[in-house]
């Protein structure tokens, strides 16, 4: 064989990859888990950094995102563990009815922000401070 | 019944002017009716009443022939007992047991005899162990006399007084008070008042005389000058006359505190006030008479001679009976019997005669005070502030009588060591009395004067045994007293001045006025012709210096009685004659007087001319024995016809019997020196007034001192003043500098504290509570204001609020249930 | 032609040369694909909180979504993968990316936020990545390998389920007797929930009668002098892009 640079280097991680097992063992809930928190983190700090009204929307749909994966990851045949339990279909109807809802919420949200834009010329949420005590 | 219905139609009179008096016709006119009317009532019946006793009690001739006197004794005993069965009545029933023999003395034959007297009650108040308070009546020759001697004169004077108040009957001008704005007052006309209080003051005067028990008497007593204090004050809003009412009623006062010492000693010794027995229902019907003071103190037994009763006895032996007791314990009834058989050995030793004594003295006290006698005379001049009627009425013939008629009634009871006591003071104030009216100058003062002197001359003469004597001069001197008062009314009326310095020569121009006053004025001097025909006062004059002569012989020790009763007669013919020459006779002193001095009207002239015959006759004793004098001698107390001897205080005195006063050596004696001293005292008043010999007020200088005397009255006013007023005063100002100083600053002490713990709680109040609460507030309202800051209004930054909120809530979660997720 | 088929084949043979080369039959695929994926995922949303353009957030939240997608199909959720294509990243995705398109005039595009709030937010977002993780490791259930057997697709049983009846089996480990609920409940009211919300955005968005101008046509005639020189292509089309668009015909009035 010619042992490219890349090639070597490509087998090289993927040993290491397959070292460190990464790759080699079946994945369980608890990674489904940790990528369930990521999207939900990135989520809410997307809606507590950004000013613009539609990337908080943007982080409302992570968050819900998130959650989603957390359900179906708990539903998921797959990745059950040996004896543990799982949600079944139950979770996978939930997150469609989370979907669902996301979507309604999206449009309500997005009138709303029009109607902002429209009234204030700005879409700026840190100007909506109307409600302030 | 009759007295009965006499007594109360004055009542109604009162009653019905208290509630319609400014009703009755134009400003009360017509009161004076419906008060005459009533009193009139009262005297018709009153003469009806006196018209059936004389029928049943028929009067006979006096008693020095003892056969006649013993025929007329079975007559009069036994129409009496017929008399007696009256429905309701409880009759005295005489004892008739020694009408069989004849005894030579007099004192024998009169040993049994008792008064014909009925008495009973109408209505117990209160009956309550020993004590029985009762309305009743005892009613005797001298309660029908008095009746009608009461209501005929208050007849006269009501008729008198609808003439004299006429100035009540529209508004008035009191000239003599004088308001601080500098104006005289004015007032409107209280006609029918004065008739409501004459009314009352009949009725409760017809009370007096027909009780039946000293406790009535006392109620009526006290009535009597409560109405007496009002007719003083009649015109109140003068300061003499408002004081002198309250001067009035307070040294009555005075004396009623010794009455009440006398009742207290009666009842609580004997136990009953009623003055005749009564008889009351016992258990099983059986009748129970109860002794009445007269049989306690004089029983039949010992012939009514007066003798210390057996419960005064026993209550001053008390210790020897607690002895007896004690040792007879175990058999009371022997001891009951011991005591009984020993109270008469006790009474001769002496037990009990102090209490009979300062009862007697008790009672009497009560008559110094109504009567005017020395002490408590000073209120009798002042009370001529009152309306001249009140004057005649009230104050000259029968309030102050009343005093003398209970001394007539209570007669029987006074030993005669209290009968010493009343002659002594009743003599002190004729006295006194007669020396002040020779120098006073207002008329009226002058016949106030004169009552006192004559009251003290009806006291002396109970005093010395004239119990007759006394109550007859009682009865001739209140016709002539009130005829003389009711002309000084008509006088004044006519010259509006009291003063007889201002009068003279009035009798051209009131001729009826000085006709009668002169009848009066022989009455009162008791003159007459000696031995043949008097002046009412002649006859009762006569019969008081005869008892004082007989009397001072008995008791040479006491014989100054008799002659102060002889220098009284000789001052009271002085000053009465000095009274009418000032007033009728001579030349007008002051022409402005005179010019304005007229009769007057008719009205007030007939009762004048009524009263003058009276004073005329009423001492007159009819053929067939009619008189004064001896319907009198129906109502002798019994056992008072003996002489009696005894005392205690006093060494032994012997108080005589009258009618051995009527004996000719006395008789005559009394008689000579009652003409002598009146026409000596008419003729140096005829010198020194009439016919201007001798100038009164040259004498005054040559007695210089004594005419200050008499003309101060003695200081008796000023020596009150200072004894009693001053200190009384002084004490009252000391209280109420106390009160105001002390007391009251006590009580701004406690005010000021409490407003300052007011000031205090308010400051808590204000400071603590409220700002507890307001600081509350303040911190609700900061913590508010703070906490709105969270709102921002900034989406933003409500989701890191989430954020950190749930992350909070999963670290503490994790912390406290951290067994709980490890699960 | 032999060349042509050299450099078309050679591209490919040499990744497939590489591939053979990897120790194949090691490699969980399962695994393999969940990692590309969830870098993906997680990668992207990263780069939407990290970026400044919303235009750019926008294409990073497609990315996430869509890799959010594959993981469901991993995770044996193949119906709901493809709802989620479908209606997340097909429809309120490209409504969201409308919305940007609406708004995205040149002073809205980036706003920055300040420094301190982002490193707040960053900390914050932390502390909840660091509970987040620790509760997902702490219990042991979860982290026993899959043992997953192959099911049936589940788009039958969801549809049934949503109707009502209870098709699937019973889920591993779940007691015998629980009760399985059907969701025509749930489904009725998201039916009705999701009109309400079309009824509602409808007249939220609706052309209002205007007596005084929108504020956006006051903003957009004052600064449409200085920006018409720079951006007034830009402008202009986002002007018209607005005032043509159907969301808001109000513009047009």
């Known amino acids: 064989m010619n042992h490219f640079p890349f090639v070597d280097g490509m087998q090289s991680a993927m040993g290491a990859v397959l070292a460190v097992g990464l790759i080699d063992s079946p994945v369980s809930v608890a990674h489904y888990l940790v990528v369930g928190a990521v999207l939900f983190t990135a989520g809410v700090v997307c809606m507590t950094v950004k000013r ?55 449009a309500v949200a997005l009138a709303i922000t029009l109607n902002f834009y429209n009234n204030h010329a700005t879409v700026d949420i840190d100007r909506a401070d109307d409600l302030k005590g | 019944m009759l007295l009965g219905l006499a007594w109360l139609a004055p009542l109604v009179s009162f009653v019905a002017i208290l509630f319609f008096g400014p009703r009755m016709g134009p400003h009360g006119r017509n009161a004076a009716w419906v008060a005459t009317a009533a009193i009139a009532t009262s005297l018709v019946l009153s003469l009806a009443a006196l018209g059936t006793w004389l029928v049943a009690h028929p009067v006979t001739a006096p008693v020095h022939d003892a056969h006649a006197a013993a025929v007329g004794h079975d007559a009069g005993h036994d129409a009496g007992h017929d008399a007696g069965h009256d429905a309701g009545h409880d009759a005295v029933a005489p004892s008739s047991a020694d009408h069989g023999t004849h005894h030579e003395s007099h004192g024998d034959h009169h040993a049994g005899r008792r008064p014909v007297a009925y008495a009973g009650d109408w209505y117990t108040l209160y009956h309550g162990g020993a004590l029985t308070l009762s309305i ?22 009501h008729v008198y007084a609808s003439g004299y108040m006429h100035d009540e009957l529209h508004d008035v001008t009191d000239h003599e008070v004088h308001l601080s704005s500098g104006g005289h007052l004015h007032r409107p006309g209280r006609f029918s008042r004065f008739f409501q209080a004459l009314s009352l003051f009949c009725f409760s005067m017809l009370g007096i005389v027909i009780a039946g028990n000293l406790a009535m008497v006392f109620i009526f007593w006290e009535l009597v000058g409560i109405c007496s204090w009002f007719l003083i004050g009649f015109y109140y809003e003068r300061k003499t006359a408002s004081t002198a009412a309250n001067k009035a009623f307070i040294v009555n006062r005075v004396g009623d505190f010794g009455m009440l010492i006398g009742l207290m000693a009666l009842w609580g010794a004997l136990g009953t006030l009623h003055f005749a027995d009564t008889t009351v229902a016992g258990p099983g019907d059986v009748a129970i008479t109860r002794p009445g003071l007269f049989s306690l103190v004089r029983p039949a037994a010992s012939g009514h001679a007066l003798q210390v009763p057996d419960g005064m006895v026993k209550f001053a032996a008390a210790d020897e009976v607690a002895l007896i007791v004690v040792d007879h314990a175990e058999r009371p009834h022997d001891g ?8 008469d050995e006790w009474r001769d030793m002496g037990y ?13 006290c009560g008559c110094v005070g109504k009567s005017a006698q020395f002490p408590l005379f000073v209120w009798l001049p002042d009370a001529m502030e009152g309306p001249t009627p009140v004057s005649a009425l009230v104050h000259s013939a029968t309030m102050v009588a009343a005093g003398v008629y209970l001394v007539g009634r209570f007669y029987p009871v006074l030993t005669p060591d209290v009968l010493l006591v009343i002659a002594v003071v009743g003599g002190i104030t004729l006295f006194i009395a007669a020396t002040i009216a020779l120098v006073a100058n207002d008329i009226k003062r002058v016949l106030a004067y004169s009552t006192v002197s004559q009251l003290g001359y009806m006291m002396l003469a109970l005093g010395v045994g004239g119990w007759s004597a006394g109550l007859f001069h009682l009865v001739t001197h209140a016709f002539f007293k009130s005829l003389l008062f009711l002309c000084s009314g008509s006088v004044i009326h006519a010259c509006h001045t009291n003063d007889m310095r201002k009068m003279g020569g009035l009798a051209k121009v009131m001729p009826w006025t000085a006709g009668t006053m002169l009848v009066g004025c022989l009455a009162i ?10 002046l009412s006062g002649y006859y009762s004059k006569d019969a008081i210096l005869a ?11 006491w014989s100054i009685l008799y002659y102060a009763v002889a220098g009284g007669a000789f001052l009271t013919a002085f000053y009465m004659f000095r009274l009418w020459f000032m007033t009728f006779a001579g030349t007008p002193r002051d022409h402005h007087v005179a010019d304005h001095a007229h009769e007057s009207p008719a009205v007030m002239v007939a009762p004048l001319a009524v009263l003058a015959v009276l004073a005329v006759v009423a001492g007159w004793t009819l053929p067939g024995g009619f008189g004064l004098a001896n319907l009198l001698e129906q109502a002798r107390p019994a056992g008072t016809e003996a002489s009696a001897t005894g005392g205690f205080l006093f060494g032994t005195l012997t108080v005589p019997a009258e009618h051995e006063s009527h004996a000719g050596a006395i008789h005559f004696m009394a008689t000579m020196t009652a003409f002598t001293t009146a026409a000596a005292g008419v003729l140096l008043a005829a010198v020194m007034y009439l016919w201007r010999i001798v100038s009164p007020t040259v004498v005054a200088g040559i007695f210089r001192p004594i005419y200050t005397l008499f003309a101060s009255r003695w200081y008796f006013d000023e020596i009150y003043h200072a004894i009693f007023v001053l200190p009384v005063l002084g004490i009252a100002h000391l209280a109420s500098g106390f009160d105001r100083g002390i007391i009251d600053r006590i009580i701004s002490g406690v005010a000021w504290t409490a407003r300052q713990m007011a000031g205090i709680d308010s400051w808590i109040d204000r400071t603590l509570v409220d700002g507890l609460v307001d600081a509350t507030a303040a911190a609700t309202w900061t913590a508010g204001l703070e906490l709105k800051k969270l709102q921002t209004g900034r989406l933003r930054q409500y989701v890191m609020f989430i954020v950190v909120g749930t992350v909070a809530i999963f670290v503490l979660a994790s912390m406290l249930f951290r067994a709980t997720l490890a699960g | 032609m032999m060349p042509a088929t050299l450099s078309l084949a050679l591209p490919l043979a040499l990744p497939l040369a590489l591939l053979m080369t990897l120790p194949l039959a090691a490699i969980n695929w399962h695994t393999l694909l ?4 969830a870098v993906v995922a997680c990668a992207c949303a990263v780069a939407v909180v990290l970026a400044d353009n919303v235009v750019r957030m926008a294409f990073y939240l497609v990315l996430s979504l869509g890799a959010t997608a594959g993981l469901f199909f991993l995770a044996g959720a193949e119906f709901l993968g493809a709802m989620q294509l ?30 301190g709030d982002r490193v707040l937010a960053g900390m914050v977002g932390a502390a909840l990545l660091a509970v987040l993780l620790q509760s997902a490791f702490r219990v042991e259930a979860w982290q026993l390998p899959a043992v997953g057997a192959v099911t049936a697709p589940t788009a039958t049983p969801l549809g049934m389920a949503l109707l009502g009846v209870r098709v699937d089996a019973p889920a591993a480990g779940a007691p015998e007797t629980a009760v399985r609920s059907g969701y025509l409940l749930p489904f009725e009211i998201v039916s009705v929930h999701l009109l309400v919300v079309l009824v509602g955005a409808a007249y939220l968005a609706r052309a209002k009668r205007r007596r005084t101008p929108r504020a956006i046509d006051v903003a957009a005639s004052s600064s449409s002098p200085p920006s018409s020189s720079s951006s007034g292509g830009v402008a202009a089309t986002a002007r018209e892009a607005s005032s043509s668009s159907a969301l808001v015909p109000g513009g047009r009035r």
């Open chain 3, 86 to 115: 479908m209606i997340y990243v097909g429809g309120t995705l490209v409504l969201l990316v409308f919305g940007v398109m609406l708004t995205a005039q040149s002073p809205f595009v980036a706003i920055k936020t300040s420094t």
């Open chain 3, 34 to 37: 969940f990692l590309l994926f």
């Open chain 2, 547 to 557: 008892q004082a002569l007989s009397y001072s012989q008995a008791n040479p020790s």
């Open chain 2, 525 to 534: 001097i008791g003159a007459g012709v000696p031995f043949v025909v008097g």
């Open chain 2, 136 to 157: 009743g009546w005892y009613i005797d020759a001298l309660t029908v006399l008095m009746f009608v001697v009461v209501t005929f004169i208050a007849t006269c004077i």
């Open chain 2, 352 to 364: 009990g005669r102090w209490l009979l004594f300062i009862a007697g003295v008790g009672i009497f």
């Open chain 1, 52 to 106: 613009n009204a539609l990337g908080v929307l943007m982080g409302i749909e992570l968050v819900l995102n998130g959650a989603n994966v957390n359900f179906v990851a708990f539903s998921s045949p797959y990745l059950r563990g040996e004896g543990a339990v799982s949600l079944g279909l139950d979770g996978q109807v939930i997150a469609l009815f989370v979907i669902l809802l996301a979507a309604a919420e999206a």
């Open chain 2, 336 to 343: 009951v019997s011991e005591i009984a058989s020993r109270i």
